[in-house]
């Protein structure tokens, strides 16, 4: 029953966030981005058609990668948004005492809305990448080497946030939840971008900024082994130098024990706002 009501909570999610006004601004958004980089690759082969193979590669990596952290960020606005009034817009609302006068568990509710939310933010996040790797390799020829992996880490990154954007839900209110798993992203991000200069520069203690960011928030972790996913493998012995510092390519693929502690991650803190969402009152 319990399965079954879940599932039931997590379908009626996805409606609710499918009618909202921010999945119109985030296809809008989307849509925007699309076409400026199709616009965008277009002219690097009309201005740079003398570019080798391995130039070629290097430039469509470094301009997908930052295309694609645009989509990224699209999606993170809108799950953030749409994570914040799931339980703490209810609840401020009265829809959530009215659910729960019934005999659901919170428990249940709240996994259910989480699984509704993955599977949109994760589904928008992951069709509107391969539309973004259609356009690359219409307009240069260039298609992504480990497309499957990179759209699995874009799609873990958004639940990450989303889970995160959840907790933060049951003790604040919809909109500071939104803001402050936002503000969390772009300062993992920044975190990530000031380690990785500590890395080229060989100073260890700016480079421990970016690792701890990323044990502490995963999002830019994630991230930088989605980047190692569609950059073509050959680049790094060919333009070592271009990996200096640089915020749009990735050195090396993900550790499997970094996977597994993302996945704890999450699990912990669903833990948590199960338990924050069982003790708040309605």
């Known amino acids: 029953m319990t399965a079954r009501t879940m599932l039931t909570i ?4 996805v409606k609710e966030a499918s009618r909202r006004r921010v999945l119109r601004a985030l296809a809008g958004l989307t849509i925007l981005l699309l076409a400026l980089s199709a616009w965008g690759f277009s002219r690097i082969v009309a201005e740079f058609g003398t570019l080798t193979s391995g130039e070629a590669k290097l430039a469509a990596s470094v301009v997908l990668n930052l295309v694609m952290f645009g989509l990224s960020l699209i999606a993170t606005l809108g799950t953030a948004f749409l994570a914040g009034p799931t339980l703490s817009g209810e609840i401020e609302s009265g829809t959530a005492l009215a659910v729960l006068a019934r005999p659901i568990r919170r428990s249940a509710v709240l996994v259910g809305k989480w699984l509704g939310l993955v599977a949109f933010g994760s589904g928008f996040v992951v069709l509107a990448a391969l539309a973004q ?10 298609w992504p080497p480990r497309l ?14 989303l889970t995160l954007g959840l907790l933060l839900s049951t ?18 991000w920044i975190a990530g971008v000031v380690g990785n200069f ?40 060919q333009f070592s130098e271009a990996f200096s510092g640089n915020p749009f390519l990735s050195e090396a693929p993900l550790t499997i024990a970094y996977l597994a502690w993302t996945g704890l991650w999450a699990a912990l803190v669903l833990g948590l706002a199960a338990v924050a969402f069982q003790r708040r009152d309605l």
């Open 10 to 13: 997590a379908a009626l999610t």
């Open 133 to 142: 790797c259609l356009v690359v390799w219409a307009t240069v020829g260039y």
């Open 148 to 161: 499957a992996v990179g759209l699995g880490l874009l799609a873990a990154q958004v639940t990450v946030l």
């Open 171 to 188: 003790v604040i209110s919809p909109m500071a939840s939104g803001i402050m798993a936002i503000g969390l992203f772009c300062a993992t």
């Open 198 to 237: 500590g890395n080229a520069l060989g100073n260890e203690s700016v480079a421990h900024v970016g690792t701890v960011s990323q044990i502490l928030l995963p999002t830019d972790g994630l991230w930088r082994g989605a980047m190692n996913a569609f950059q073509d493998p050959t680049l790094r012995g």
